[in-house]
């Protein structure tokens, strides 16, 4: 299957992939990723990207499309790919379907995370970090550490990322509503958007894409 993710931050898009992935025996293609490969490899498209990172621009579509279409030619993919934060825009959503289109292939749905606006807030704003090692992760309401403010793991200090105030979650989400969310519009003309929600236990999530994924496959 090609699949697209979609859902706003904190819907726990990577987690999902990752999982849907490993189901489906397909590549799981997280744009992060792309960027980071690129940039480490020093390719061209690497260079570019970081030229326009390194000056706090953003990358500009056409670069992000390069290095997504360089990705999914790769054999790994010809049987199918899950993507992850790419498109980001009804352009890059219309580039890929050019792209598609040339190769003769489609995609054969779009997976859309639903969660509730208060609970993105609460999920990544609730989030405390260890100062030591940014992999020991916390969260006060749903992973709490056993003494406020200090990791279980390493006693270091947990502190909240600039990224994960309130006031940044706030300003991400209004970033994804007005450029990301008009892509379900542009799909769902397509009919290819299955909704599902992405509340309770990451299992229960991944259960539930796979059955909605499943009968999107048997409708064609």
Known sequence: ???????PPGAGKGTQAAFLAKNLSIPHISTGDLFRANISRQTELGKLAKSYM???????????????KDRMEQSDAR?????DGFPRNVSQAEALDEMLKAETMK???VLDLEVPEDEVVKRIAGRRVCRNDSSHVFHVSYKPAKQEGVCDICGGELYQRDDDSEETVRKRLEVYHTQTEPIIDYYKAQGLVVTISALGKVEEVTGRAMEALKQKDGDK
């Open 1 to 7: 299957m090609r699949i697209v993710l979609v859902g």
């Open 54 to 68: 390194d000056a706090g621009n953003l990358v500009p579509d056409e670069v992000t499309i390069a290095m997504a």
């Open 79 to 83: 049987g199918g790919f899950l993507l």
């Open 107 to 109: 995609l054969d749905a």
